[in-house]
């Protein structure tokens, strides 16, 4: 038996909000939609992941949803253009990654960050 995918799902009585955060912001791209449940994806593999944890490292909460991008610049001027606060960061973290947390439409805190090369 192996997992091959794990969805976090978020739940709201306006699915087609998260289209203009998930999909105008971070790029991901519709692959269902029911009227009901929206699903937005992107286009690169990874396997799946669930992590736990006591804290969000540096002194940060503990984030609901953590999404790796290429350029984490890009999208930090895209939620800050489209009016998003920015919580926490951009921060360059002694663990290799450089983030920033911001609340999706829904209340969600989200580590947005891309590994330092």
Do not use: C
Request: charged share 25%; glycine share 12%.
């Amino acid at each position: 038996m192996v997992v091959t995918r794990i969805v976090a799902n978020i739940a709201t009585e306006e699915p087609e909000r998260a289209s203009q955060f998930y999909g105008d912001i971070l790029g991901l791209k519709r692959v269902m939609d029911h009227g009901w449940i929206l699903t937005l994806a992107g286009e690169g593999a990874s396997a799946p992941q669930i992590s736990f944890a006591r804290h969000g490292g540096g002194g940060a909460p503990v984030p609901d949803i953590s999404i790796e991008v290429d350029d984490l610049d890009i999208i930090h001027q895209r939620v800050l253009a489209a009016g998003f606060p920015v919580e926490y960061g951009p921060a360059d973290e002694e663990w290799g990654v450089r983030r920033f947390f911001v609340r999706d439409p829904f209340g969600k805190l989200l580590n947005i960050l891309a590994h330092r090369r």
